[in-house]
């Protein structure tokens, strides 16, 4: 059986090429980059050189750029970090209610800290209000934190705009950004976005998992999470995973001349994606951003459970997803959708498609006649059940 892997939100299969390198990495290249001599060096030129690979996407320099295990350590990296570092005896720090949970529930962790923590809304598309985002901003505001590109909608904020917003209120309050979703698929200029901090992982771009970045501003101060050896400037002690930098600088190196086009192709594929639903499907709703990601698509279907849906489709080849992989376990799995205001039935029917590189049209052909079919006969049987 074929299998249409429409789940690349939650990762991507790695590329064949960054595999290989990775493996050169473990057998040739495994040195440790805090070693005096020549193999340590070797493996310390290795980390050098994806550093600044990163800083020439992000448009910032290579020291400003320090490895993690992933996004959820990146993010936690930075907003402890920086409450950790705290000079007022009270502070503020925002967010949106659309975060990953990496950054929710560390702003949840600070209620009642003496931190007065600011949870803004979105609208239907998931985007923030920018006066309401003016309007929460203060003098003691040390943190903001927006997620670029929403990984359950796809939805991508203005973050040239947010910054403006912030630094005219405060220059001082750092601005951060989960850009898990957005690195290396919606270009990102630090610089004129004025964003002190990024966070970034490999495995969404054909990289490895276990393996991420952030980027943080020259001269804003936080207190490392792991202390230790002093490594990574002393900001993230520990010897550092030489094989997945690799990894990750071969995923970059393999999409930095093509991710601008891929865009358009991922957008024709999403618009025939929808295209086809429309025609075979009635009752369902699209949901985020229309100008959002193009690589992810959010769609919710009236008397459907999509749960069940995801299992049916997947028994025929297609792989997707009811949200984001790391809200599974979580009691409110669809707070999203919550926040966006989608209730009822259609909140219970949601699925996330997300494309790649790897899908063609005649995969999007198959996977939504698949859905379709799924579709109907899954309202038929709660048709029949209604009657019972």
Do not use: W
């Not at 990894?247 to 093509?258: K, P, V, Y």
């Amino acid at each position: 059986m074929k299998e249409i892997y429409l789940d690349n939100a939650a990762t991507t299969r790695v590329n064949p090429q960054v595999a290989e390198r990775m493996m050169d990495a473990f057998s040739n290249n495994y040195g440790n980059p805090s070693s005096l001599h020549r193999i340590g060096m070797r493996a310390e030129q290795t980390v050098k050189e994806v550093r600044e690979r990163i800083a020439k996407t992000l448009n910032c320099q290579s020291e400003e750029i320090y490895f993690t295990s992933g996004g959820t350590e990146g993010n936690n990296m930075i907003i402890k970090g920086i409450v950790e570092n705290k000079q007022r005896n009270r502070s503020r720090i925002i967010t949106t209610s659309i975060e990953h949970p990496s950054v929710l529930d560390v702003f949840a962790f600070y209620e009642g800290h003496h931190i007065d923590v600011v949870v803004l809304g979105v609208d239907d598309k998931g985007l923030i209000d920018m006066d309401e985002l003016k309007a929460a901003m203060d003098m003691d505001t040390i943190l903001v934190s927006v997620m670029g590109v929403n990984n359950e909608l796809g939805t991508i904020q203005d973050l040239r705009a947010i910054g403006k917003v912030i630094k005219t209120v405060n220059p001082k309050c750092v601005f951060h950004t989960d850009f898990v979703q957005g690195f290396m698929k919606i270009p990102v200029d630090v610089a004129e976005c004025q964003l002190d901090a990024l966070t970034l992982c490999g495995h969404k771009i054909f990289g490895p998992k276990g393996i991420g970045a952030v980027y943080i501003k020259k001269g804003i101060a936080l207190k490392p999470l792991m202390r230790g050896g002093g490594q990574e400037k002393n900001m993230r002690s520990g010897t550092e995973n030489v094989p997945g930098i690799v990894g990750l600088g071969e995923a970059i190196a393999l999409r930095q001349n093509t991710y601008r086009e891929e865009i358009t192709t991922m957008r024709k594929l999403r618009e025939r994606f929808i295209a086809g639903l429309e025609a075979t499907v009635e009752d369902f709703k699209i949901n985020g951003d229309p100008n959002g990601s193009p690589y992810i698509l959010n769609l919710s279907f009236n008397r459907v459970r999509g749960e069940v849906l995801l299992h049916s489709i997947e028994g025929e080849g297609v792989y997707v997803s009811t949200g984001s992989a790391c809200s599974s376990h979580k009691k409110e799995k669809q707070y999203v959708l919550k926040a966006i205001g989608l209730l009822g039935e259609y909140k219970e029917g949601t699925i996330r498609i997300s494309f790649s590189k790897d899908i063609t049209e005649g995969d999007v052909d198959e996977a939504v006649a698949i859905i379709a079919k799924a579709v109907a006969g899954l309202r038929l049987l709660v048709k029949v059940r209604r009657r019972k």
